[in-house]
């Protein structure tokens, strides 16, 4: 069956940067995008960006460049997130999840990564 | 980009009841409606995809319709598991927006 899992969480200081894997599986890796949502605590879910993951482009959304990257490792059908220069605001659930063909609804999620920015 | 706008932002019903959730598009987006239920802690599910399609293993009290900028999700016989948040997502144009959510709490 179709898995996601995720890292786990992650407690970083201010200008540190982490990584978020998203380990794929019970499907061809390189037939669906991989897309990455944020939910910042207390509020909704906002999309970051996502990945083709034949060619490796990323897509990201306004408010996700600069400090963030997309990348793959496609011998283990795995996506990774990279935030750099980690700011407070930042501290939020992030979310790995396949974007199906149909009409390219989000059909399988990651479990989700904690990461908290905090001095 | 497109605004996805819910309502109403939460919603206190009981078990049994039945309850309609809408969502507007700030444009035209044909069928590419899709409907999540996120619970704390857990990975959001997807739904309804194509504003009325039941996604697999999805019991068949969920329901959605609509089409071009007006939908709706309804959740019929609410049983204990469904006290969740509820999102909306077009899927029409990039960048897919959701819905601000809403909260479906026990009475």
């Known amino acids: 069956q179709v898995q996601l899992v995720q890292s786990g969480s992650e407690l970083k200081k201010p200008g540190a940067s982490v990584n978020v894997s998203c380990k794929t599986s019970?499907?061809?890796?390189?037939?669906?995008?991989l897309a990455w949502v944020r939910q910042a605590p207390g509020q909704g879910l906002e999309w970051m960006g996502w990945?083709?993951?034949?060619?490796?482009?990323?897509t990201f959304a306004q408010g996700f460049t600069g400090r963030f990257a997309f990348s793959l490792d496609t011998s283990v059908s795995t996506a990774y997130l990279q935030i750099t220069s980690l700011k407070a605001e930042d501290t939020a659930v992030y979310y790995c999840?396949?974007?199906?063909?149909?009409?390219?609804?989000?059909?399988?999620w990651g479990q989700g990564t904690l990461v908290a920015v905090s001095s | 980009d497109i605004q996805m706008t819910q309502s109403p932002s939460s919603l206190s019903t009981s078990v049994g009841d039945t309850v309609t959730i809408t969502c507007r598009a700030s444009?035209?987006?044909?069928?590419?409606l899709n409907w999540y239920q996120h619970k704390p802690g857990q990975a959001p599910k997807l739904l309804i995809f194509?504003?009325?399609s039941l996604q697999n293993g999805v019991p068949s009290r969920f329901s959605g319709s609509g089409s071009g900028t007006d939908f709706s999700l309804t959740i019929s016989s609410l049983q204990p598991e469904d006290f969740a948040h509820y999102y909306c997502?077009?899927?029409?144009?990039?960048?897919?927006?959701f819905g601000q959510g809403t909260r479906l709490e026990i009475k």
């Open positions: 999840a396949r974007r199906a063909i149909a009409v390219g609804e989000f059909d399988y």
């Open positions: 194509g504003a009325s």
């Open positions: 444009q035209f987006i044909s069928s590419y």
């Open positions: 990945i083709n993951t034949k060619n490796g482009d990323p």
């Open positions: 019970g499907y061809t890796f390189s037939y669906y995008t």
């Open positions: 997502q077009q899927s029409f144009s990039a960048p897919p927006t």
